[in-house]
């Protein structure tokens, strides 16, 4: 029988099918750009290039998305946020995270841009661009 996780693979104590899980198959929405920063990294980790591509804002989102089979994503830390409440149009989230590739350990570290787009937060790009 398989064990129930009680940590969502964002880092947050959820169990991912009640958490990131639910905003991947469209069940909920994400309330806050933190929240989709969290439920994004946890695309990658899932490799659900589609949610990747959904919750990108139109005027920067690429035609297609091809995930690195050689990449695994090992942690999310949230180093800040500014705006991307529930009362916000636009926000930042910088975030740290962790991966090996190849073996080799490594991080990715941004400070990316969200906005509401038709009422949904997506992601932009990585500030200062």
């Given at each position: 029988?398989?064990?129930?996780?009680?940590?969502?693979?964002?880092?947050l104590?959820?169990?991912?099918?009640?958490c990131c899980?639910?905003?991947?198959?469209?069940?909920?929405s994400?309330?806050?750009?933190?929240?989709?920063m969290?439920?994004?990294?946890?695309?990658f980790?899932?490799?659900?290039a589609?949610?990747?591509?959904?919750?990108?804002s139109?005027a920067?989102?690429?035609?297609?998305?091809?995930?690195d089979?050689?990449?695994?994503?090992t942690?999310?830390?949230i180093?800040?946020?500014?705006?991307g409440?529930p009362?916000?149009?636009?926000?930042t989230?910088?975030?740290r995270?962790?991966?090996?590739a190849?073996?080799?350990?490594?991080?990715?570290?941004?400070?990316?841009?969200?906005?509401?787009?038709?009422g949904?937060?997506?992601?932009?790009e990585?500030?200062?661009?």
């Amino acid at each position: 029988m398989a064990k129930r996780t009680t940590t969502c693979l964002c880092g947050l104590p959820a169990p991912y099918a009640d958490c990131c899980g639910s905003l991947h198959a469209g069940r909920t929405s994400a309330t806050t750009a933190e929240q989709l920063m969290r439920s994004r990294y946890s695309a990658f980790v899932v490799r659900d290039a589609a949610y990747l591509l959904r919750s990108w804002s139109s005027a920067t989102r690429p035609p297609e998305l091809h995930l690195d089979d050689d990449l695994e994503w090992t942690g999310l830390e949230i180093l800040s946020s500014t705006g991307g409440s529930p009362f916000h149009t636009e926000g930042t989230v910088e975030f740290r995270a962790t991966y090996k590739a190849d073996g080799t350990p490594g991080d990715q570290h941004e400070n990316s841009r969200f906005i509401r787009e038709n009422g949904s937060w997506v992601y932009v790009e990585p500030q200062g661009r």
